[in-house]
């Protein structure tokens, strides 16, 4: 399942965060790739600090606080946010993001791939997030302060910037539900029941629905 949810980013925090950037040092980003990933990578990424540390809190904080984010990835562990950014053609080729990642407090498993996108997509040309799938590739290329999740198990590239610069911040979740497709079957439920609560208040048959969205929950979360 791959979820695009806009403006998961204020104006005022999407501003805060590009102030951020502005003052931070960028690194080769191939430093933060694994053995086969760094073959196709080519980007710049912000060297880790005070200015990535209190840049990806702000990213952190406003995902964590998106009901529609808490849904669609129920995040158990979410990776400390990596700041990319690609100018002059780069371009990061075809690959499937490491399953396993080392965290401050130890190891986590990659259940979901996330982009927050942070430039105005009308500042550069090129710079699509492509998803490969066997019926095809789809294309993202997001507003500034939207997000775009989606399972990890995929390959993807980021499509060459050829004017402009391209900012985002990337991540990584462990979701307390491992399975893409149970994730999909509790998302779908829960946006229902939701729906059906906007329309009819706490009626029997969204109490049903909440009843067996609950216990799914129960069936396939791991804590
Ligand atoms: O820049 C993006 O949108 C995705 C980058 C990516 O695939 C990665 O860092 O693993
Ligand atoms: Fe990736």
Same mark, same amino acid.
């Given at each position: 399942?791959?979820?695009?949810? /806009?403006?998961?980013?204020?104006?005022?925090?999407?501003?805060?965060?590009?102030?951020?950037?502005?003052?931070?040092?960028?690194?080769?980003?191939?430093?933060?790739?694994?053995?086969? $990933?760094?073959? !196709?990578?080519?980007?710049?990424?912000? @060297?880790?600090?005070?200015?990535?540390?209190?840049?990806?809190?702000?990213?952190?904080?406003?995902?964590?606080?998106?009901?529609?984010?808490?849904?669609?990835?129920?995040?158990?562990?979410?990776?400390?946010?990596?700041?990319?950014?690609?100018?002059?053609?780069? %371009?990061?080729?075809?690959?499937?993001?490491?399953?396993?990642?080392? %965290?401050?407090?130890?190891?986590?498993?990659?259940?979901?791939?996330?982009? !927050?996108?942070?430039?105005?997509? $009308?500042?550069?040309?090129?710079?699509?997030? !492509?998803?490969?799938?066997?019926?095809?590739?789809?294309?993202?290329?997001?507003?500034?302060?939207?997000?775009?999740?989606?399972?990890? %198990?995929? =390959?993807?590239? !980021?499509?060459?910037?050829?004017?402009?610069?391209?900012?985002? @911040?990337?991540?990584?979740?462990?979701?307390?539900?491992? /399975?893409?497709?149970?994730?999909?079957?509790?998302?779908? =439920?829960?946006?229902?029941?939701?729906?059906?609560?906007q329309r009819e208040g706490k009626s029997?048959?969204?109490?049903?629905?909440?009843?067996?969205? @609950?216990n799914l929950l129960r069936m396939w @979360?791991?804590?």
């Open positions: 399942m791959i979820v695009c949810i /806009a403006d998961v980013l204020s104006a005022e925090q999407l501003a805060e965060v590009r102030e951020l950037l502005s003052r931070g040092t960028y690194v080769d980003g191939k430093q933060t790739a694994g053995w086969h $990933a760094r073959l !196709v990578k080519d980007n710049s990424q912000l @060297a880790g600090g005070e200015v990535a540390t209190r840049a990806s809190a702000i990213i952190h904080n406003a995902l964590m606080e998106s009901a529609v984010f808490q849904a669609a990835v129920r995040p158990r562990h979410l990776r400390s946010m990596l700041f990319s950014s690609y100018s002059g053609g780069q %371009t990061y080729g075809s690959h499937v993001d490491d399953a396993l990642m080392r %965290t401050e407090s130890g190891t986590m498993r990659s259940d979901v791939s996330m982009t !927050v996108f942070l430039s105005d997509p $009308a500042s550069y040309e090129g710079g699509e997030l !492509v998803i490969e799938g066997p019926g095809g590739e789809q294309t993202y290329k997001l507003d500034a302060g939207s997000v775009i999740t989606y399972p990890s %198990t995929t =390959l993807h590239h !980021v499509a060459p910037v050829t004017s402009g610069t391209r900012e985002v @911040a990337v991540s990584w979740a462990q979701s307390l539900v491992r /399975a893409p497709e149970h994730r999909e079957i509790l998302f779908d =439920l829960d946006t229902a029941r939701r729906s059906l609560f029997a048959e969204f109490d049903q629905l909440s009843k067996s969205h @609950a @979360a791991e804590t």
